[in-house]
């Protein structure tokens, strides 16, 4: 049974046209995590939300924006894609750490986004 | 330095081979550790957590290494299917992230 589940899997833009991926849970974990992944690299982390509580890295561009609309669903938008931001986008979930440590983390499948 | 390091490789193994992969860690507050398998464009899947006391899972056994700031991981009577690439992850408490190592590749050869 999916618990992470990320839509579309496969999304084809043009540049500069907006584009939204979407990821909903069936956890109901407070933590939800949002990475760009690109060929042989590690997840780069780009935000996260902590319930409500929006967490934007440093080094990400204002281009990519996130809403957490409730407890199960995230989008991520991408104002305007440049063709560097072609990769995998992976949408994970993590439960309460307010405890000092840490289970894991749960992936979706993943959206692999390709800008024409 | 990066916060968490691994030699990317890859490690080229036979099957049968047992084979070892290490992994660095720079903050020293650091609480929970795992090891990821990513297999070629899919999500990474938790393989393990690595606890203090060192844990087993079938060929795969973890340690950690708090003094010296290192977790590794021995895949035993290596499989093909083990090809893959394995991410070390490591969390901190406060932050609520978890930081990736680049991962290391392996490939087990017939």
């Known amino acids: 049974d999916a618990m992470v589940i990320q839509n579309p899997r496969y999304q084809v833009t043009q540049f500069g046209k907006p584009v939204t991926l979407s990821c909903s849970q069936t956890?109901?974990?407070?933590?939800m995590y949002w990475y760009q992944q690109k060929s042989s690299q590690a997840p780069k982390l780009l935000f996260h939300y902590y319930d409500k509580d929006f967490n934007n890295e440093a080094d990400t561009p204002d281009n990519f924006q996130s809403r957490r609309p409730n407890t199960s669903f995230c989008f991520l938008d991408i104002r305007s894609p440049g063709l560097g931001d072609a990769a995998m986008y992976l949408c994970?979930?993590?439960?309460?750490?307010?405890?000092?440590?840490?289970?894991?983390?749960?992936f979706g499948p993943g959206t692999r986004l390709t800008v024409l | 330095r990066k916060e968490v390091e691994q030699d990317p490789g890859p490690f080229n193994v036979p099957e049968g081979a047992t084979v070892a992969f290490n992994c660095t860690y720079s903050?020293?507050?650091?609480?929970?550790f795992f090891w990821y398998r990513q297999d070629c464009r899919k999500e990474p899947k938790l393989l393990m957590s690595?606890?203090?006391s060192g844990n087993e899972d079938g060929r795969f056994t973890a340690q950690l290494n708090r003094a010296s700031q290192y977790i590794s991981l021995l895949i035993r009577d290596s499989k093909l299917s083990d090809s893959a690439t394995y991410l070390c992850?490591?969390?901190?408490?406060?932050?609520?992230?978890?930081?990736f190592g680049t991962g290391t590749r392996l490939k087990v050869l017939a």
């Open positions: 903050n020293s507050a650091s609480q929970s």
């Open positions: 994970a979930t993590s439960r309460d750490q307010s405890q000092g440590s840490s289970d894991e983390q749960f």
């Open positions: 690595v606890y203090s």
């Open positions: 992850v490591v969390w901190a408490s406060g932050t609520y992230k978890y930081i």
């Open positions: 956890l109901n974990h407070n933590v």
